[in-house]
């Protein structure tokens, strides 16, 4: 009796400890035109390069269920067109585009529950 309930307890501890670690539990999309993310756990930092040319805009979705997010919009080096730190309330807005490029959005999150997108819209 006494060597199950130590293999139980052994199976319990081992289980939580493996349940707190977890970076990311949830779906990625992402390519050249969006990036979009939803999830249970976000704690990490993710990225992808989004194509956009001059006059389109980079539609945001952001819906925050719990912790929160930062995230920047940034063409190579330079300085971000966007930034969002500690995000903590959903909210959706467009970001104009005034130069054609390569535009990386990175997205962190700190105990983040919800989802993000970041959609391509051309100028038409």
Do not use: W
Not at 75 to 94: A, L, Q, T
Not at 97 to 122: D, L, M, P, R
């Amino acid at each position: 009796m006494k060597k199950h309930l130590c293999i139980l307890c052994s199976f319990i501890l081992i289980l939580s400890v493996t349940a707190c670690g977890a970076d990311f539990d949830g779906s990625r999309t992402g390519n050249s035109n969006e990036f979009l993310m939803d999830y249970k756990v976000f704690n990490k930092t993710d990225s992808q390069d989004l194509i956009v040319e001059k006059g389109d805009t980079i539609h945001v979705e952001i819906i925050v269920e719990g912790g929160s997010i930062s995230f920047k919009i940034q063409k190579d080096g330079e300085v971000p067109v966007y930034e969002g730190e500690d995000v903590s309330i959903s909210d959706e807005f467009d970001i104009d585009i005034e130069e054609s490029g390569t535009y990386t959005v990175s997205v962190t999150g700190q105990k983040a529950k919800g989802s993000v997108s970041f959609t391509v819209v051309t100028d038409q």
